[in-house]
């Protein structure tokens, strides 16, 4: 359960994203939102941290700045997968990934309200 609130979450997000981002566009709307959520949730868990390993060097050269160009580049392989979903440009992806984290941020910390110390 707490796994399709996460994807309607990442999906809310990215709509508003794409509404305010000058660059993204969602053509299909809250479907392309949904189908875009679930894609990059399993770029995230497959490719992720294959390019994380691979660019490990400059990972720490850069102290860990490089993880960001990783992000803007998953969000580019969803944009490659996703038909209703369109960034264009590296830069904009990069800034679509900054506010999906920081939405993402602020929204899934509601999802742990019901478990509650006792």
Known sequence: MKLILRILLTALAVVVIANFLPGVTLSNGYTSAIIVAI?????????????????????????????????????????????GFTVSGFWVALLFSLLLSLFQSFLYPFLDEGKENS
């Open 39 to 83: 894609v990059l949730g399993l770029l995230r868990v497959t490719v992720k941290p294959l390019l994380i390993f691979l660019t490990l060097p400059a990972t720490i050269v850069t102290l860990g700045l490089f993880l960001l160009v990783i992000n803007a580049v998953i969000i580019m392989l969803a944009d490659y997968f996703v038909d």
